[in-house]
């Protein structure tokens, strides 16, 4: 079956520590994307790739980091400088052009600060 | 700045009822909207969704519409059933780039 895996589906942050969130596509997509979601806010683009080794900030990059080493990866990392990452994070995939654009979208990993 | 707003943010109604979904954005240049169903705790499913030039889509008992001149869509569902119950959102996808923004969500509660 083809889809998005998301791992772990719960994580557990000390402070300080840093903690990387684990994203797989099998959909041969070119575009991969990591959201933030809060409870009764819409998600937010935290980072997006478009093509392998590169990647771009959304609009909270601010303390979390990517990277894009192989088309069907895109791992994010929260670091010790993102001051409250409790929440629930998506990574989505996508074609950048054609007949399939719509979004494809995991099944989301639970972040929570102890 | 786009802005993708939902309303209402939540929703109950009996079994059996028909009931429409509203989502408004303020940039009608956009690519495609598209419409997901969440539910607790899990990721987004894609329901449908509606490319710039169209006007409607439609999926089984759902209907969405898009009215780009007045950031307008609207998610109609015909005889709600209980395993209805979810948060839909609504997103859209910005022309010249990859970003989407989404709307908050409506909450739908269908009682039996």
């Known amino acids: 079956d083809g889809g998005i895996t998301q791992s772990p589906k719960y994580l557990f942050r000390k402070e300080g520590q840093n903690v990387t969130l684990s994203c797989e596509q099998n959909?041969?997509?070119?575009?991969m994307y990591w959201y933030r979601q809060d409870p009764g806010q819409g998600l937010r683009l935290i980072y997006y790739?478009?093509?392998?080794?590169?990647?771009q900030k959304g609009d909270i990059a601010e303390g979390y980091s990517v990277s894009r080493e192989k088309k069907e990866s895109f791992p994010l990392t929260v670091t010790s400088a993102q001051k409250n990452p409790t929440a629930f994070y998506l990574c989505?995939?996508?074609?950048?052009?054609?007949?399939?654009?719509?979004?494809?979208f995991g099944q989301g990993t639970r972040l929570t600060v102890v | 700045k786009q802005e993708v707003t939902q309303i209402p943010a939540a929703l109950s109604v009996p079994e059996g009822e028909n009931l429409v979904l509203n989502c408004s954005f303020t940039?009608?240049?956009?690519?495609?909207l598209q419409w997901f169903r969440q539910d607790p705790g899990k990721g987004l499913t894609s329901l449908l969704l509606i490319q710039s030039s169209q006007r409607e889509q439609t999926s089984g008992r759902l209907n969405a519409s898009l009215d780009k001149s007045s950031g307008r869509s609207t998610l109609y569902i015909a005889a709600s059933q209980p395993g209805d119950s979810a948060t839909y959102l609504c997103a859209v996808r910005l022309t010249g780039g990859f970003k989407t923004i989404f709307g908050a969500g409506t909450r739908l509660f269908v009682k039996a």
């Open positions: 989505a995939s996508s074609m950048i052009s054609g007949q399939v654009p719509e979004a494809f």
């Open positions: 790739s478009q093509i392998v080794n590169d990647f």
């Open positions: 959909l041969n997509h070119d575009a």
């Open positions: 940039d009608s240049a956009i690519y495609n």
